[in-house]
């Protein structure tokens, strides 16, 4: 594959629109995440998110499809999975290709991702609905991840055990997380979650 020259305008602006799009569905989020924390995630509507966002319902929808993708999309989610599936290529086992993902999260992008995370996995422990959507997304993301796996459409068993087991390491690192404040970042929770299942593994 040909190299793209950063300097070329193509490239900046396939860039640019990348980063407003990540602004844009940021502000949409923080909006409908700070009304859910004051009224309730059943109480707010759509059509208020969108206000307090300064945007149309259908760019809501565009970005999220969703009132529950609005607690449960990460704006980096698509980062994080394709660093992890390149991890796999490489050699990784699930557990190591996460931890070494963490590992190199960038501080700032970690701080970041935490501001409303105490707020999202309340509302995912809380809300039905939102706990429903939560499983689905996971199986998605569970599926995906099995068959990126050596052997993983072959010994489906075993690419099952390993995948649901780090991503319920995950869920039990960002609860335990957010039930105990002086735990530290939430980074280093689930570094050491991923790091204990990767000791019985």
């Known amino acids: 594959m040909e190299a793209r020259d950063l300097r ?3 490239v900046q602006g396939s860039g640019l629109r990348a980063r ?50 609005l ?11 394709d660093a992890i599936l390149e991890a796999i290529r490489t050699g990784h086992d699930i557990p190591s290709a996460v931890q070494h993902v963490l590992e190199q999260l960038p501080a700032e992008r970690a701080e970041d991702t935490e501001q409303d995370a105490r707020v999202r996995i309340r ?6 609905a939102i706990a429903g959507a939560a499983h689905i997304r996971a199986r998605a993301r569970a599926k995906q991840l099995v068959e990126a796996l050596p052997g993983g459409r ?18 039990a690192a960002a609860d335990h997380w957010h039930d ?22």
Do not use: C, H, M
């Open 20 to 69: 407003k799009r990540r602004q844009t569905e940021r502000r949409i989020q923080a909006a409908a995440l700070g009304l859910f924390n004051r009224y309730g995630f059943d109480a707010v509507t759509v059509e208020q998110v969108a206000a307090e966002a300064d945007v149309s319902v259908v760019t809501v929808y565009r970005y999220f499809v969703t009132k529950e993708n």
């Open 180 to 201: 105990a404040p002086d735990a530290g970042t939430l980074r280093d929770v689930s570094l050491a979650a991923v790091r204990t299942l990767r000791t019985t593994w």
């Open 71 to 81: 607690v449960l999309q990460d704006p980096f989610e698509g980062e994080l999975t």
């Open 123 to 128: 509302l995912a422990n809380e809300i039905p």
């Open 8 to 10: 070329d305008p193509r």
């Open 154 to 171: 072959t010994d489906r068993l075993d690419a099952r055990v390993q995948v649901l087991a780090t991503l319920a390491a995950l869920e």
